[in-house]
């Protein structure tokens, strides 16, 4: 129930790899690395998965995420049909903390950066004005060589240690490096994702992991730090988020559609989780979408 450990390809002519990915959708594995990561989706739609936090993602969020933070994308279900014409556009930036050298995180002017990498291993939701400010020196970064990409990508350090930011996560296993272990919650979530929508039981779910009920519930608490039917719920609810902001169906319909056959459990776990109505959540979602999207 470990995820996947992932090595970070960083050219040796290089100290950090920046990216751009423009492909039909994101690879789904539940995976950390030691390499700090921001992850800056241009497009794309679907949940993700950092740590103990499932959220919605679209474009325009930014996400910093520090080392070996387990996390992933998903894509929702229309970039996975044969007929699609949607894809994902994304800018990655990977670093190892020591890409700076050793001794240049010692001196007294690193220490904001010290101590940023330290926080950054909940994760950040970049919010704000710096989210353009930083969008625009990651393009900068992908366009430039030498000295010039060197300081742009300090100047992005500096920009997100100034940054409006929220903590995604409590999750704070870190694993080594060597563990090649193949990730039991990969499939688990996959299978979950796949079967929201349906009845899906403790006993069929460590069946998949090849555990007994009691054996699987105590791991996967270890692991997720919640059990098994909040994770599920906590998915259901994500999807349902995304159908009222979709606007095609009424409250109730989405319910069903999400999995969830009796109406008073939907709407108390939505304010639950989401410490909102579905119809209180669905009116912000409206008057952010009327607002410039920082």
């Known amino acids: 129930m470990k995820p996947h450990f992932h090595k970070v390809p960083i050219e040796s002519d290089n100290s950090f790899s920046i990216r751009r990915d423009i492909k039909p959708h994101f690879e789904s594995v539940w995976h950390y690395h030691p390499e700090l990561e921001l992850h800056y989706i241009i497009e794309g739609e679907g949940i993700q998965f950092i740590g103990d936090n499932i959220n919605n993602f679209s474009g325009g969020d930014m996400i910093f995420l520090g080392q070996n933070l387990p996390h992933t994308w998903r894509c929702k279900e229309d970039y996975f049909r044969s007929t699609s014409d949607l894809h994902v556009d994304a800018i990655v930036l990977h670093f190892l903390p020591s890409c700076f050298g050793y001794d240049f995180l010692n001196i007294p002017e690193a220490s904001s950066i010290n101590y940023f990498f330290e926080a950054a291993k909940k994760g950040f939701i970049i919010k704000g004005a710096s989210k353009s400010v930083i969008s625009q020196l990651l ?3 992908l366009n430039s ?32 490096k060597n563990d090649s272990e193949m990730a039991m919650f990969d499939k688990i979530y996959s299978y979950t994702l796949e079967n929201y929508r349906q009845e899906i039981t403790l006993k069929q779910i460590a069946g998949l992991a090849n555990m007994s009920v009691t054996s699987f519930c ?41 999995g969830f056959n009796n109406l008073s459990n939907f709407y108390r776990q939505f304010k639950k989780i989401k410490k909102s109505t579905p119809l209180q959540y669905k009116k912000d979602c409206f008057i952010h979408l009327r607002s410039p999207k920082q």
């Open 139 to 141: 393009h900068q970064t």
């Open 145 to 176: 060589k030498g000295v010039d990409k060197l300081i742009f990508f300090l100047t992005i350090i500096k920009e997100l240690i100034q940054a409006e930011k929220y903590s995604i996560s409590d999750f704070s296993n870190n694993y080594p």
């Open 218 to 258: 105590r791991s996967f608490k270890l692991i997720t730090k919640k059990t098994f039917t909040d994770f599920l719920i906590e998915i259901r609810i994500s999807n349902a988020c995304r159908l009222l902001i979709d606007d095609n169906f009424n409250i109730d319909t989405i319910a069903y559609k999400t």
